[in-house]
């Protein structure tokens, strides 16, 4: 749950999630990657070639 204090300060946006074939073609400004253990290099290049200002990438830790 997400205090409204939160909204009030303007310190939270709406924003979208997209899959890799929906924003293919596309640009954003900021571009969230969350790699998945499938994930292939043609996929990675696609989602992160999309930002123009700012790009992270989410990756699980494997298990050990």
Known sequence: ???MSYF???EL???Y???VRE???????HCIYVMGP????????SALSR???RTAII??????
């Open 1 to 3: 749950i997400i205090p």
């Open 8 to 10: 009030a300060r303007g």
């Open 13 to 15: 946006a709406h924003a």
């Open 17 to 19: 999630a997209l899959d």
């Open 23 to 29: 924003i293919q073609s596309q640009k954003v400004a």
């Open 38 to 45: 499938r994930a292939t290099r043609e996929e990675a290049y």
């Open 51 to 53: 930002g123009t200002r």
């Open 59 to 64: 990756m699980e830790h494997p298990e050990t």
